[in-house]
């Protein structure tokens, strides 16, 4: 460990190995940590890994046919792996997810209704939908319409306010800028930010847009085929030559086209590492 | 040439399982010379069931469709001779094909559903499909004032009529096997393969560019025209057809054939079909130590065992007896290989320290 | 149409939309068809036979405690079976019910016989006819039936539209996964929706027996009522309903007009009907049809 942490990680990831049916290997051995109270962005190309990865923190459920067989899944230095998800928010680890990320048949103020919130007053219940419409004050004007008419940002709005209600400690966030406007996701950013300094909330953010992710986050990790290849401080990540190649569109020529190959060359030839 | 030999080569496997179907074979062809009447009256029963039981595991085992048609299905055969050869005194040339034809028929047409629904609605269709052959059925015997259902002659050809129970027995061996044969055939072919596509997922099976459509169309027509047949053998075989043979509990019976034989699996239908064939009496034989009260109604008794049963299956073995077979097997298969290497010296040496004599 | 007719009509309408809010629940809930709703449904009019002899005296009594092992019955159902089936194909989960079905038929027939019950006269109860208009005539027990469903449709609709475990019972419906993600325990809401099932099922097999007496055969009219389920749409009340309403009328007007064996025939050919014209239901949703 290079990077000798001043305090207990929230989230603590060690070797991580996660299968779809039980023989498509999917992580092979990812290890990350998330300090409370930070930003960490997980990037990477389609099919890396990043999505597998937030569903192995927040759970699976029978029909995934996933499971995690090796490593383990600290998150304030319980073992959590395996659990269902509906543990896991329980305990604060709340997804927005990827893709069905809202109730389409249910109207934006049913989609927070339905958040089953630990320890929560009806007090403390409303003051909770407040907070998210004082966050997302777009949302307010909508509460009565049936979010699958919301265009994707209102959608977008409406997964980190549902998940906002189940009162995460740490929030995951799977692909914030997926399929929306620059404007609406600078937008979405500041807020994310804003969320983590105003709520106290660490978030782990899975982007494939590297440029958004690194402006925002405060360290991360470069994930390729299951494998962590990179990672450090946000800033020092957005200076480094190869990121800025492969994953900035700054690249200058194309003959590598993922970072691993970059690296392993010189130390393993040309033949691949089995894994 | 080559081609069908090969292909016969990859339905028999390897010598020793050659060995082991030429034995079975035997077997099966001896079987109705040493066993008693009511043993002989068994297993034509279970032959009957066979060929439901394969027709029904192609399209719910294979395919994956849920139908609750069959005991519809195969009171369309059996009323198909019913009422040919009571309205028209037709032979079983005749009166055979038309059932066929009448279960492709209603396959096509209880099928069609299956082309805008998936999975669950198409069983609701063929349980339309089972209530209208039964009240057409009933409708028959009521019209014509047959309190007893239709008598049926055997059939024959010339002077000779199959009434034995043996002749029998071969009959149905004949057309047991010949709904094997199909059920293997259509396993290895694209069909088959097309079939197990559908079963895990419609829009996959797309996406490989297999025409979804005719595949289920025809999971649902050659399930029909099986089982109708083989309701048409069970009419001759039986001498006469009544609806009240038809029942749900007859469809649950089926169903409870691939679940417990092993759903997907070809020798699991007739393994299932067996074990449901003689369940029944099982059940009596139990029932004979139970208080009075219960020998009543062994019939109500049947049904329970037989939802535990199913139920045992559905939770534990989902895979069936065929599951089971498969894991004694491994189990044999991995005791042989752990102990191999310690008997070697041993069977080299003559007598091993510690075996048993 | 007499008005003697159409309070006919009524009356099975109600029965049916009665039995099929169960399946609805069930389904909407957890995309699990049950087939043995019938059986259930003969298995709560067969325990009000037990309370019924039990407490003979105290009418109230016996009933209440026959509609909450109404209750209870589904969340066995669901802790016992189906729970272990959560997330596993469907089609294992339809073949479960299939098997309890037949399980329960036989169970009922060992305890029970096939003789036939009536609860109504263990409590001295009389059925007598009442004339609520001119000419139209119920049994007290019918006019109980139809008074019934109504309750217990406005109150599942308030329930589904309102509360908070009424939402999430849809929102499971709709996704599982991210309901499990927002914090709802799955099998919470599963056993609630078998639960729910099995109370109304229980209801009307109890106001069935009230009215005309409980034997083996009770379980038919659980697999008539469900094209009316069907008909409407499996994931909306409201087309329960109304499927009902145009079952009941169909079979009604065929056994008046055409030929009374056609009873239990009728509703599955008003469903072939429905399912070659919209197969979703006339309520359903559309996209609920790939999910089946
Ligand atoms: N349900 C599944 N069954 C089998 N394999 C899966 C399943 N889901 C994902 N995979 C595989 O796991 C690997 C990682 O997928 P994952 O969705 O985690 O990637 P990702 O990094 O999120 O990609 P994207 O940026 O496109 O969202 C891929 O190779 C994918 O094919
Ligand atoms: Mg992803």
Request: charged share 15%.
């Amino acid at each position: 460990m290079t990077n000798v942490p001043q305090a207990a990680p929230l989230l603590a990831i060690d070797d991580l190995r996660v299968a779809y049916h039980r023989v498509a290997v999917a992580l092979h051995g990812v290890t990350l940590r998330v300090m409370p109270q930070t930003i960490v962005a997980l990037v990477g190309n389609n099919g890396a890994g990043k999505t597998t990865a937030l569903r192995a923190i927040s759970g699976f459920i029978g029909v995934d046919d996933a499971r995690v067989i090796g490593g383990s899944i600290r998150f304030a230095g319980r073992r959590i792996e395996n659990e269902p998800p509906h543990a896991n928010t329980a305990r604060g680890i709340v997804l927005v997810p990827e893709r069905d990320k809202v109730f389409p048949n249910l109207t934006v103020a049913e989609n927070l209704t339905v958040a089953a919130t630990r320890r929560a007053s009806s007090a403390e219940r409303r003051r909770l939908d407040e907070l998210v419409f004082a966050l997302f004050p777009a949302l307010a004007p909508l509460r009565a319409r049936l979010a699958g008419l919301l265009s994707g940002g209102e959608r977008q709005m409406l997964a980190f306010g549902s998940a906002i209600v189940c009162k995460p400690e740490l929030l995951l966030v799977d692909e914030l800028s997926l399929g929306l406007a620059p404007v609406v996701v600078d937008d979405l950013a500041r807020r994310v930010r804003a969320i983590r300094r105003e709520l106290g909330i660490t978030v782990l953010l899975v982007e494939q847009n590297v440029g958004v992710a690194l402006a925002i986050a405060d360290y991360g990790y470069v994930i390729e085929s299951g494998h962590v290849v990179l990672e450090g401080p946000a800033g020092e990540l957005r200076g480094r030559p190869e990121i800025q190649q492969f994953y900035l569109g700054l690249a200058t020529g194309n003959q590598v086209r993922r970072y691993r190959a970059l690296r392993e060359r010189p130390a393993n030839g040309p033949g691949d590492r089995r894994q | 040439m080559k081609d069908a030999g090969s292909s016969d080569l990859a339905l028999f496997g390897t010598p020793a399982r050659r060995i082991r179907l030429a034995v079975a074979l035997v077997a099966l062809l001896l079987l109705p010379f040493v066993a008693s009447p009511f043993l002989l009256d068994l297993a034509n029963q279970v032959l009957l069931a066979v060929i439901g039981a394969l027709a029904l595991m192609l399209l719910t085992g294979f395919a994956g469709l849920i139908s609750l048609g069959t005991a519809g299905l195969l009171g369309a055969g059996a009323y198909t001779v019913g009422v040919l050869v009571r309205e028209a005194a037709a032979a079983f040339w005749v009166t055979l094909p038309a059932a066929a034809l009448l279960g492709a028929i209603l396959g096509l047409v209880f099928g069609l559903p299956s082309l805008r629904l998936r999975g669950l609605y198409l069983a609701i269709s063929t349980l339309g499909l089972h209530f209208v052959v039964v009240y057409l059925g009933g409708e028959y015997e009521a019209r014509e004032a047959l309190s007893t259902g239709v008598m049926i002659d055997p059939p024959s050809i010339g002077r000779f009529s199959l009434t034995s129970d043996i002749g029998w027995y071969f009959v149905l061996l004949a057309f047991a096997a010949l709904a094997l044969l199909i059920s293997v055939n259509l396993k290895r072919s694209r069909t088959g393969r097309a079939w197990r596509a559908l079963r895990e997922r419609d829009v996959v099976a797309e996406a490989l560019g297999i025409d979804v459509h005719r595949f289920k169309l025809l999971a649902f027509v050659v399930s029909a025209t099986m089982t109708s047949v083989a309701g048409a053998l069970f009419a001759y075989y039986r001498n006469f057809v009544s609806i009240d043979a038809f029942s749900l509990y007859l469809t649950v019976q089926y169903v409870a054939m691939i679940i417990i034989g092993g759903m997907g699996s070809i020798p699991g239908a007739l393994l299932g079909a067996a074990f449901v064939m003689l369940f029944p009496y099982a059940i009596e034989a139990a029932a004979g130590f139970l208080p009075s009260r219960f020998g009543n109604v062994v019939f109500a008794l049947d049904y329970a065992a037989f939802g535990v049963v199913m139920i045992l299956f559905l939770l534990l073995e989902p895979a069936g007896l065929m599951g089971i077979w498969h894991r004694i097997r491994a189990a044999f298969a991995a005791r042989r290989a752990t102990s191999a290497p310690k008997s070697a010296p041993g069977s080299a040496s003559g007598s091993a320290p510690g075996s048993a004599p | 149409m007499s008005p003697q007719l159409i309070a006919n009509i009524v009356v099975l309408a109600a029965i049916y939309a009665l039995v099929s809010a169960g399946y609805v629940l069930v389904y909407r809930v957890s995309h699990v068809l049950n087939l043995a709703h019938g059986e259930l449904m003969m298995i709560g009019a067969y325990i009000l036979v037990a309370t019924a002899g039990l407490f003979s005296g105290n009418p109230i009594l016996a009933l209440l405690l026959a509609a909450v092992s109404g209750l209870v019955m589904g969340l066995v159902v669901y802790a016992v079976l189906m729970r272990w089936l959560t997330g596993e194909a469907v089609l294992a989960a339809v073949l479960v019910t299939i098997a309890l079905g037949i399980l329960l038929r036989g169970l009922s027939i060992l305890i029970w016989t096939t003789q036939q019950f009536y609860p109504a006269a263990i409590f001295g109860w009389r059925n007598p006819p009442v004339h609520i208009l001119p000419g139209v005539q119920i049994s007290v027990a019918s006019l109980a039936i139809v008074a019934l469903t109504i309750i217990v449709y406005a109150a599942l609709f308030l329930f589904l539209q309102f509360t908070a475990w009424g939402v999430r019972m849809r929102a499971a419906g709709q996704n599982p996964l991210l309901a499990e993600q927002r914090g709802i325990r799955l099998h919470a809401v599963y056993a609630l929706a078998w639960g729910l099932s099995t109370f109304t099922a229980s209801l009307a097999g109890m106001l069935l027996s009230l009215d005309s007496g409980v034997e083996s055969t009770m379980a038919t009219i659980g697999l008539k009522a469900f094209p009316a389920a069907l008909v409407g749409g499996l994931d909306s009340l409201f087309g329960a309903l109304v499927g009902a309403l145009i079952v009941a009328a169909a079979e009604i007007a065929a056994i008046q007009f055409v030929n009374p064996l056609l009873s239990d025939v009728v509703p599955f050919l008003v469903l072939l009907l429905v399912l070659a014209v919209r197969p979703w239901g006339l309520f359903g949703s559309r996209e609920q049809l790939d999910r089946v």
